[in-house]
């Protein structure tokens, strides 16, 4: 009979022997077993930790490596930003301004010969300073006939030799808002107006009302220079609005300043610009008694004559007019006052028609306002903020030894701002201007000048008055009432 195993029993004794033990949760391995297990684990977590190590690492190595590409990338961008920016900040910009690329002045047989620091091609150009064709014809210089250039020059000796323009302060068409016109005239005036274009002939005595006057086309501007009045400095601000990196240099040998001045134009081409409403007139006036021992100190005392200022005065207050020479040891300088005088010490208010049609001129400033009165005028024209802020000179003397071909100069080392707190680069200018005044002047000089020089005192006068900007309208108003007042006064004293 077989034997019945037990429940739980198995033939695998080997099996047996597992199952047993697995029953054996207690149960301590041995030594042996426990080294052996301890190792495995330890192996385990080492390779786990490398592995964890490992794979940092190459993160850590790509993220860098991304990053580097991400600031190399944006450091191109900020590159092209900033050039970019640079660039439209150079843009921004007037011409002037622009970065010189050549060294030198344009010479031999180039239209512009003369001009400096430009490109080889601008030596031809047949527009600049205008910035078209159109522009350029509209403004060409008149090229009379021989025959025309006779008759023309022979009106303008008729006109010298009438000595005197008339001031028609006080006449009845003074304070007239509808000018007729520079160049026209009636049976009943002293003396026939002036025409343009005489100072062709001559830029000294003779050269007539209109010798310093200049257009800026961009803001429709006719500026009427009067000698010792700032008018080489609004000569260069007006190179420096037509691109001329040499502007600082002497304007009057210039051929681009040449070819805006205004008595240089056809004479059709002058009266419709003189007449035109669109057209701002504009003049800049100085103390008559500032700007005659200004001329004196430049251009009599700086020039070597060993004369002083008082026999200066008696020379031009000579009532035997000549068109010749004086008694100055080096000449000519004219006696009188006439058309025949020097433009440096002729009355103001003969320059640019004043004296005979002062309502024609639509802005009046002064001197001692300059800085106001500069920026209210190019404002009101359009150029202050293309032109008039941007203006730089010399913050101190500059390097250049040749006046007619001097850098721009840098913003460190500059004043900004044209006719701006110094800005002419002249800021001593007005500087002890009492002082010299009391120096020079004597209570008995001073009243010999106010009488030689009443229509620019009166003139002057008339505009300090004024707060703000004047209109030669306004003005000849006041000095119409002025003459009413005085007539009326004479005519009480005869009664």
């Known amino acids: 009979m077989g034997v019945t195993p037990r429940v739980g029993t198995t033939r695998n004794p080997k099996r047996l022997s597992v199952q047993r033990l697995s029953r054996r949760p207690h149960t301590v391995p041995s030594g042996k077993h426990m080294t052996c297990l301890q190792g495995r684990r330890i192996a385990g977590r080492n390779g786990a930790m490398l592995l964890v190590l490992l794979l940092t690492v190459v993160l850590a190595g790509v993220l860098v490596i991304v990053m580097q590409g991400k600031q190399l990338h944006a450091g191109e961008n900020d590159g092209t930003r900033g050039a970019k920016a640079s660039k439209q900040k150079r843009l921004d910009l007037p011409l002037a301004l622009r970065n010189i690329t050549r060294e030198g002045c344009c010479g031999g047989l180039s239209a512009m010969k003369g001009l400096c620091f430009t490109d080889p091609e601008a030596c031809n ?11 350029g014809d509209k ?44 160049n026209s005239s009636s049976e009943n005036e002293p003396a026939p107006l002036h025409p343009f274009g ?10 007539g009302p209109y010798d310093r006057a200049v257009i800026f086309p961009e803001g429709k501007l006719i500026f009427c220079g009067i000698p010792k009045v700032s008018t080489s400095e609004w ?57 005659l021992l200004s001329a004196y100190l430049d251009k009599i005392a700086g020039g070597g004559n060993n004369v002083s200022f008082a026999e200066f005065v008696d020379v031009i207050a000579n ?12 000449g ?51 150029l202050w903020d293309s032109y008039g802020k941007h203006y730089r000179v010399y913050n101190g003397s500059h390097s250049s030894t040749n006046p007619h071909g001097i850098h ?62 004047v209109r030669g309208v306004d003005i000849a108003e006041k000095l119409k009432k002025e003459c009413d007042a005085r007539e009326i006064a004479k005519e009480t004293e005869v009664i």
């Open 125 to 135: 150009s047949t527009i600049y300073p205008f910035r078209s064709k159109e522009e």
């Open 139 to 182: 403004f060409a210089p008149w090229e009379p006939t021989k025959g025309q250039q006779y008759a023309h020059q022979k009106r303008c000796e008729r006109a010298n030799f009438h000595l005197r323009p008339p001031t028609r302060w006080c006449s009845s068409n003074a304070a007239s808002t509808g000018s007729t016109g520079s």
């Open 198 to 207: 005489c100072s062709r002939y001559s830029m000294t005595g003779g050269s």
């Open 235 to 291: 000569f260069k601000f007006l190179r420096f609005t037509a691109g001329a990196t040499d502007y600082l240099s002497m304007a009057h040998y210039k051929p681009d300043f040449n070819r805006l001045r205004l008595d240089g134009m056809r004479p059709e081409t002058q009266k419709e610009l003189w007449d035109s409403r669109t057209w701002t007139r504009a003049v800049f006036i100085r103390d008559p008694a500032q700007r």
């Open 319 to 330: 009532p035997e007019i000549t068109g010749h020479s004086s008694g100055m040891k080096t």
């Open 332 to 382: 000519p300088i004219q006696t009188g006052l006439s058309w025949f005088t020097d433009p440096h010490w002729r009355p103001q208010a003969w320059s640019c028609n004043m004296s005979e049609d002062l309502p024609h001129i639509d802005y009046v400033g002064t001197l001692d306002r300059s800085a106001f009165h500069t920026k209210n005028l190019l404002e009101r024209v359009g």
């Open 408 to 469: 721009p100069p840098a913003l460190h080392e500059s004043r900004i701002g044209f006719m701006q707190d110094g800005s002419t680069g002249k800021s001593g200018h007005h500087r002890n201007a009492q002082q010299k005044i009391d120096r020079y002047y004597s209570p008995e000089l001073m009243e010999k000048v106010r009488q030689l020089y009443w229509m620019d005192f009166e003139l002057w006068d008339a505009v300090q008055q004024s707060d703000g900007a």
